[in-house]
């Protein structure tokens, strides 16, 4: 491929392929893994099982997959485009998967082939299969922007997310968000008028949605509903309680408004950490006076105390064993001498930040800046000073 072909190549991060128009005037479309979302990793790649040797994984648009069985023993491998049954018509996708892998897949989608029943790959695509899917897909942009108008204008409270052709052109998905239930039959009959084609409406949530679109998260990396979760599960604030962190929903939140999946991550960690932490409901007596809980490192397993309620100038740390052992004597009647020398460490700060210093308003401010300021001053004070005295001899 020369230069001139490598500028006009268009990358499709929806469907994870490149197409490009070679002199001749011929459409070449290639499989690109790189941009697919819910990418798999063929981890049994060189396992043979006859079971499985006929069924493939089809990738089309975004994360919609399927299953289909190759009743036409045509040699198909991982990155071949192919015409696939539909429900109407056909469709064309991209293999992404072979082998046993695909049987792994099934388990985990929950897809029995006793009751469900495998849909068809009917051939390799076609030029013409190729030039006709990529005319509809050059469609569903402006479609997608029309049908937003024509549900504004109807006074549907609902958001239409994304909309998908099918391979033939025949059909669209219309990928919609609403809150509350919508009545669409109208609108399903002026789309029909509008478009000339058959269709389909699939309502999904904010979290599918940003799995759809995909993006970057506030870590550097592709959003997890677009790169490898598809079954999501409720998130609550009580999760982040256990894990300490900030209850502030600008730093909880991910780009669909909802809480981040990744606050689930670390929570069993957290869980069973605490069931470790000893239960302090009263201060830990000690013959110069009462020690307060300040703060707690549930995983480091320290318990930080102070005399003072509420001071952080002067704590001690103290590990789970010993806080039982305080909390023991203290039930038998028994005062330890001080919390300082009990503990064998000296007083110093508790070493974290909270979220409240995390969020310091002057944290972005340059201090070199303000050094450097000072030492001028303090050259024109000492200036100053000189002449003045010049001035009086």
Request: aromatic content about 8%; overall charge positive; hydrophobic content about 35%.
């Amino acid at each position: 491929m020369d230069k001139m072909e490598e500028l006009n190549k268009i990358y499709d991060s929806s469907r994870g392929c490149t197409t490009v128009r070679a002199e001749n005037g011929e459409l070449i479309c290639s499989y690109f893994p790189g941009c697919c979302k819910l990418h798999d990793f063929n981890w049994l790649m060189g396992i043979n099982d006859p079971k499985y040797n006929n069924l493939y994984e089809v990738r089309f648009k975004n994360t919609r997959k399927g299953f289909y069985e190759n009743t036409s023993r045509q040699l198909l491998k991982i990155g071949d485009f192919v015409v696939v049954e539909a429900a109407t018509g056909h469709d064309v996708g991209i293999i992404t998967l072979e082998g046993p892998v695909v049987g792994r897949q099934m388990l985990r989608n929950h897809f029995d082939m006793s009751v469900k029943e495998l849909k068809k790959i009917y051939r390799k695509a076609r030029p013409l299969d190729l030039e006709k899917w990529q005319e509809a897909i050059s469609r569903e942009h402006t479609t997608m922007i029309r049908a937003r108008q024509i549900a504004s204008d109807m006074g549907l409270d609902m958001k239409i997310g994304d909309v998908e052709f099918q391979g033939d052109g025949t059909k669209a998905i219309f990928y919609y968000i609403a809150d509350e239930r919508v009545d669409f039959r109208q609108l399903i009959k002026v789309f029909a008028e509008e478009f000339r084609i058959r269709i389909e409406m699939k309502q999904i949530g904010a979290r599918q949605e940003a799995g759809l679109i995909g993006g970057l998260g506030v870590c550097g990396r592709s959003l997890c509903c677009s790169k490898y979760i598809t079954n999501f599960q409720s998130i609550s604030t009580q999760a982040a309680r256990c894990q300490d962190l900030s209850l502030n929903p600008q730093k909880l939140a991910g780009q669909c408004g909802k809480l981040k999946c990744c606050i689930n991550y670390e929570v069993p960690v957290y869980m069973d950490a605490h069931n470790n932490i000893p239960s302090v409901t009263a201060p830990l007596e000690f013959q110069d006076g009462q020690a307060k809980l300040v703060k707690t490192d549930i995983l480091k397993g320290l318990m930080w105390f102070s005399y003072e309620d509420g001071d952080m100038s002067r704590t001690a740390a103290l590990t789970m064993d010993e806080v039982r052992r305080i909390i023991a004597a203290n039930r038998k009647g028994s005062k330890p001498a001080t919390l300082f020398k009990d503990s064998g460490k000296e007083s110093r700060p508790i070493d974290f930040v909270s979220s409240i210093g995390d969020d310091s308003i002057d944290r972005f401010d340059n201090k070199r800046k303000k050094r450097k300021k000072k030492k001028k001053t303090a050259k024109s004070a000492s200036e100053g000073g000189n002449s003045k005295k010049q001035d009086k001899q």
